[in-house]
């Protein structure tokens, strides 16, 4: 994905560049019914200095004040590299409640967020759906000035910014995050998520739709008696 500076704001335009960024937003959120991805993300882990990647798609959708999220991450075989990609794990966040299919285990790893989910879904659902207000309520947020990516190959204005949770909770694993907002549509086409031990998350998103149909079928967790359920 090609990306173009185009120049960083000043501190004094930061502040009024930052609020209409914010306005546009909550004007995106109010009309956000669902959102469709395809996705590469991207984790380098600092102790072993390696960087592995996963590819898939992804959705989002408005469940009244709150937004769900499911994933299907496909990839090859490592022990057949010819082989077809087929699907490795499949996520699913409803209400308070990940859930994590593993297909070659076949097992289901189900994490509950309880008290935590404002927290969770600060970083589940970052940038697809969220208004701008809730944005600056959870993040200490600097805005670092306008860049053009391209989503399915067309160029698109993006705002680059910073954000640092405001809660000791929120940065207890993740010193800050860089999103690339498109304002227009109120999505991030990129964030990067800094881990406090050194690790570092990227998530890339093209061909994103918005507010179409999505075939919920696609996201479904498919177990059966053989099935694994490990609650955490």
Not at 173 to 187: L, M, N, Q
Request: a neutral charge; glycine letters at 10%.
């Amino acid at each position: 994905m090609m990306v173009m500076p185009l120049g960083t704001l000043t501190a004094s335009a930061q502040a009024p560049q930052l609020t209409a960024l914010l306005t546009k937003m909550d004007a995106a959120s109010k009309q956000f019914k669902s959102a469709t991805a395809n996705f590469q993300w991207d984790y380098y882990e600092k102790v072993v200095h390696d960087t592995s990647t996963q590819t898939g798609s992804i959705y989002f959708k408005r469940d009244g004040a709150n937004v769900n999220m499911g994933a299907v991450i496909v990839g090859v075989d490592p022990l057949n590299p010819g082989s077809k990609p087929t699907v490795q794990t499949v996520l699913q966040y409803k209400g308070d409640e990940l859930q994590m299919f593993s297909t070659g285990p076949d097992q289901i790893q189900v994490f509950h967020a309880g008290g935590n989910q404002a927290q969770y879904e600060e970083f589940l659902t970052l940038g697809f759906g969220g208004s701008g207000s809730d944005l600056a309520k959870a993040w200490n947020i600097t805005d670092q000035g306008q860049e053009t990516m391209n989503d399915d190959g067309k160029p698109v204005k993006v705002e680059k910014l910073d954000l640092v949770g405001k809660t000791p909770e929120s940065r207890k694993s993740i010193t800050h995050v860089t999103v690339w907002v498109d304002s227009e549509r109120g999505v991030s086409l990129k964030q990067v998520f800094y881990q406090t031990g050194g690790n570092v998350r990227t998530a890339t998103y093209t061909n994103i739709k918005l507010n179409g149909p999505v075939d919920m079928g696609r996201f479904v967790i498919k177990k059966d008696k053989n099935t694994t359920v490990i609650q955490h």
